[in-house]
């Protein structure tokens, strides 16, 4: 199977399908290979899959695969509806392909999954285009990247993948440019050693088909030397034509077989021998680029965490601060002094000063509270200047 045309091909036979069972527009999608994402993973209209996996996989398999991203493509839901739902959207595209007719993939066993599969054409079109608006969904959100424990990554659940791809244009964090390239570089450095080791086994059964070769006609050569030999041997002997002229020529012959037999079970080791080498291979480079994605996953669970956490600082900042002037302007408007006032009266800043808990909210030009006599309430005038202490 070449994947691409095989992905475009599933396109053509499923797109306009999928496009009436989701009640939204067949878009256009680009497909590229690469071998760093697990099974498949959507950007956008842009979908990437790996091509190791599409060659080993059943065309049903495979065509599922295509549909789930196809719907995620279709739907191009807002990254940030993708991180609060993940889950509602993973379901959605998996019943997709399962209505399709096109299996529902390793693993299909979730209720939101089965709901989805199970719901009248209208209520399906109806989720589906909420979810692709960004209002619809349940609050289950998938926190972690890849394939959950015990399902297999055949069911496509590129959870954490599919917002991390959005993140030109969500608050998902993506790694730094300098970090990326790191990881691409690894990717590429595993991807040429597996290049040369098979370029060595390569170059290794050459080897052993021409020594085979040379072997056999060696062989042949010797058996046609010993049967000259033994004609001449039984000319000189006057027993040309008897039985023990035959038996001569009989063992030469059996001769020639053995030593063929032997020179063949040789090659047939000497080529199970790289076919094993090949094999390991394969297993070094799969092995590196999981290990690579699953610490490129981690980097990025981290930055999502602390870009989360980031977030709720800076909520909860904005909540207080706006709280807190909201309560001095009904105070001021009440013509009372705001809490905290030095206690020691006005010493050439008005009196004016902020719980040292939240540093740089006092008063700035431009604020109500900044000058009293600007809020229609008599009083002094408040400089946002050092308190003298």
């Not at 956008?44 to 398999?61: E, H, V, Y």
């Not at 791809?165 to 970090?179: D, V």
């Not at 291979?281 to 930055?303: F, H, P, S």
């Amino acid at each position: 199977m070449k994947p691409l045309r095989f992905a475009k091909q599933v396109t053509k036979r499923y797109g306009d399908e999928l496009s009436r069972l989701l009640g939204l527009p067949a878009s256009q999608v680009s497909f590229n290979l690469s071998r760093s994402t697990d099974v498949a993973e959507t950007n956008g209209r842009n979908i990437t899959l790996n091509p190791d996996w599409f060659k080993s996989a059943g065309r049903r398999d495979a065509a599922g695969a295509v549909v789930h991203e196809l719907t995620h493509a279709y739907q191009d839901a807002p990254a940030a509806a993708y991180a609060a739902h993940g889950k509602s959207y993973e379901a959605i595209a998996d019943a997709a392909r399962a209505r399709l007719g096109l299996g529902s993939g390793a693993g299909y066993s979730s209720r939101l999954e089965r709901r989805y599969t199970d719901e009248s054409n209208r209520a399906f079109r109806q989720d589906a285009r909420q979810l692709a608006a960004g209002t619809g969904g349940f609050n289950v959100p998938n926190a972690q990247p890849g394939p959950k424990p015990g399902r297999g990554p055949g069911h496509l659940r590129n959870t954490g993948a599919n917002a991390n791809s959005k993140a030109g244009r969500s608050a998902y964090a993506a790694l730094a440019a300098t970090t990326a390239a790191g990881y691409a570089s690894q990717a590429a450095g595993l991807q040429s050693e597996y290049t040369k080791a098979l370029m060595a086994i390569q170059q290794q059964r050459g080897q052993v088909k021409a020594q085979a070769i040379t072997a056999r006609a060696d062989a042949r050569s010797q058996a046609l030397a010993d049967a000259g030999s033994a004609e001449g041997d039984a000319a000189q002997r006057g027993i040309v034509g008897s039985s023990v002229a035959a038996m001569n020529q009989a063992g030469v012959v059996e001769s020639r077989g053995a030593a063929l037999a032997a020179i063949a079970a040789q090659k047939g080791d000497a080529l199970a021998q790289l076919r094993l080498q090949k094999f390991g291979a394969q297993t070094t480079l799969n092995t590196g680029l999981m290990d690579l994605q699953a610490q490129k996953a981690a980097d990025l669970a981290t930055l999502q965490v602390q870009r989360y956490q980031d977030g709720l600082t800076a909520q909860a900042n904005f909540d207080f601060k706006a709280a807190y002037q909201d309560a001095l302007k009904r105070l001021l408007a009440r013509g009372k002094k705001p809490p905290g006032t030095d206690p020691r009266g006005d010493q050439g800043d008005g009196g004016w000063q902020f719980s040292p808990a939240y540093p740089g909210m006092g008063p700035r030009p431009g604020d109500p509270e900044y000058d009293w006599r600007t809020s229609g309430v008599g009083g002094p005038v408040h400089s946002a200047g050092p308190h003298p202490q």
